[in-house]
T-cell receptor, first 113, second 117 residues
Framework: AQKITQTQPGMFVQEKEAVTLDCTYDTSDPSYGLFWYKQPSSGEMIFLIYQGSYDQQNATEGRYSLNFQKARKSANLVISASQLGDSAMYFCAMRDRTYKYIFGTGTRLKVLA | EAGVVQSPRYKIIEKKQPVAFWCNPISGHNTLYWYRQNLGQGPELLIRYENEEAVDDSQLPKDRFSAERLKGVDSTLKIQPAELGDSAVYLC???????????????FGPGTRLTVL
């Protein structure tokens, strides 16, 4: 069965520092996609970054990068130069070849001034 | 470009009452999703549409939940009758799923927060 695991319920980071949010996944499907979404207190989910299972390079989008380690089945999100506005819930998600999505339980990030 | 629109934003009902949620996806998006998000959890897929067709409703509790997407645009999700355990945020999302394109990020609406008393 497919599964997404986020083991960090909460994280703190000092403003301007980098932070890594962990995500591991389990699937037997060779074709899948991995996503990270941000959910501020307003409730709306915001897409951050995508990594395809066949992508050779780690994805980057501005201050966000995805540390994709396929053999370890991990897809950690790295946020560089944290800002106060980064405080939110962060969800890792996986999509299989049938376009079924599953989400992790999330990590609450708090950026400290 | 307008985002995904959902209404109402909040709904409070008594158990056993019916309730309906409405979603208008981003123009041109062929795929629409309904999720339920319980407090402190990630979203759980209820149903996925490709155009008018419900292609995945395996996690929709069909005894009380129903959904439709007429003309492949707007969608409604209905619960009848509502139970206490249905209290959650109901999220609608849309995406433009193209054959051979795998980066199909979903765009989410603000959600409807349902409270069943």
């Amino acid at each position: 069965a497919q599964k997404i695991t986020q083991t960090q319920p909460g994280m703190f980071v000092q403003e301007k520092e980098a932070v890594t949010l962990d995500c591991t996944y389990d699937t037997s499907d060779p074709s899948y996609g991995l996503f990270w979404y941000k959910q501020p207190s307003s409730g709306e989910m915001i897409f951050l970054i995508y990594q395809g299972s066949y992508d050779q390079q780690n994805a980057t989008e501005g201050r966000y990068s995805l540390n994709f380690q396929k053999a370890r089945k991990s897809a950690n999100l790295v946020i560089s130069a944290s800002q106060l506005g980064d405080s939110a819930m962060y969800f890792c998600a996986m999509r299989d070849r049938t376009y079924k999505y599953i989400f992790g339980t999330g990590t609450r990030l708090k950026v400290l001034a | 470009e307008a985002g995904v629109v959902q209404s109402p934003r909040y709904k409070i009902i008594e158990k056993k009452q019916p309730v309906a949620f409405w979603c208008n996806p981003i123009s041109g998006h062929n795929t629409l999703y309904w999720y339920r998000q319980n407090l402190g959890q990630g979203p759980e897929l209820l149903i996925r549409y490709e155009n008018e067709e419900a292609v995945d409703d395996s996690q929709l509790p069909k005894d009380r939940f129903s959904a439709e997407r007429l003309k492949g645009v707007d969608s409604t999700l209905k619960i009848q009758p509502a139970e206490l355990g249905d209290s959650a945020v109901y999220l609608c999302a849309s995406s433009l799923a193209l054959a051979g394109v795998h980066k199909d990020e979903q765009f989410f609406g603000p959600g409807t927060r349902l409270t069943v008393l």
